[in-house]
């Protein structure tokens, strides 16, 4: 069965710093997807990235950057230069390309992110 | 639509009730997923749909519990004789298809159950 772990619950940093999301992940499957969303107070998921596990690229966009890397499993998440506005949970998900369920995403529990002026 | 739409955002029910939900997917999206999102159980998913067809519903918590999609288009998921235990935010997404697994997100109803 396919499992997200994100092992920091809560992380609080002070703006301008660095800070590194974690995400673990389990499956069996040779073919998966892994997915970074965003949720904000607001409430709304918001894509911010996904990985086909065939790309082991890292990848950067602006102040993120994602390292995805197979052999621990691991797709882990930075925002250099935090700024408030960066203040929201972060929620790493899988999805297997096997079975019945084309599609479906499994979550991590959430990492709540504060960011202090 | 733009995006995805949820009706209501927010729903007040009192124990017992049933409640329907509502979700609009973005126009020509095949693939329309139901999650939940409680404070201790995180996103769960619930149901999928491929057109009008639900080929994993295995998410779905209890036989009180039931959704569809007409005109593979709009869904409705059904709580019967709601409780307190069903009180989440409860989030559609949809997909051009199972395989882009390019999924938005609507902005949820939040149901209470009180």
């Known amino acids: 069965a396919q499992k997200v772990t994100q092992a920091q619950t809560e992380i609080s940093v002070v703006e301008k710093e660095d800070v590194t999301l974690d995400c673990v992940y389990e499956?069996?499957?040779?073919?998966?997807?892994l997915f970074w969303y965003k949720q904000p107070p607001s409430g709304e998921l918001v894509f911010l990235i996904r990985r086909n596990s065939f790309d082991e690229q890292n990848e950067i966009s602006g102040r993120y950057s994602w390292n995805f890397q197979k052999s621990t499993s691991s797709f882990n998440f930075t925002i250099t230069a935090s700024q408030v506005v960066d203040s929201a949970v972060y929620f790493c998900a899988l999805s297997e390309d096997g079975g019945t369920s084309y599609g479906k995403l499994t979550f991590g529990q959430g990492t709540i992110l504060t960011v202090h002026p | 639509g733009a995006g995805v739409s949820q009706s209501p955002s927010n729903k007040v029910t009192e124990k017992g009730k049933d409640v329907e939900l509502r979700c609009d997917p973005i126009?020509?999206?095949?693939?329309l997923y139901w999650y939940r999102q409680s404070l201790g159980q995180g996103l769960e998913f619930l149901i999928y749909f491929q057109g009008n067809s639900a080929p994993d519903k295995s998410g779905l918590p209890s036989d009180r519990f039931s959704a569809e999609r007409t005109g593979g288009s709009v869904s409705t998921l059904t709580i019967q004789r709601t409780q307190q235990e069903d009180s989440a935010v409860y989030l559609c997404?949809?997909?051009?298809?199972?395989?882009?697994?390019?999924?938005?997100f609507g902005s949820g109803t939040r149901l209470t159950v009180v």
């Open positions: 499956t069996r499957d040779t073919t998966y997807y």
């Open positions: 997404a949809s997909s051009l298809d199972v395989f882009v697994r390019g999924y938005t």
């Open positions: 126009s020509g999206h095949t693939a």
